[in-house]
């Protein structure tokens, strides 16, 4: 909620420089390159590696 405030002002700017349709274009253009940057997330081919180094693996000590 903190940052509409700033986009209202950056998009009114916008706006009076170039013209009424550009912030629209360019938060449509935003949402498109935030979800291509989602994309490689939703594959579910990537796989795990463990670590090797024994920082993350509790061992009890016998």
Not at 31 to 58: N, Q
Request: no cysteine.
């Amino acid at each position: 909620m903190a940052g509409a405030p700033l986009g209202a002002l950056l998009g009114g700017a916008v706006a009076t420089t170039w013209g009424l349709n550009t912030p629209a274009l360019l938060a449509a253009a935003f949402f498109v390159l935030s979800v291509a940057a989602l994309i490689p997330a939703l594959k579910s081919d990537v796989s795990v590696v463990e670590p090797d180094d024994d920082a993350t693996t509790a061992r009890v000590p016998s």
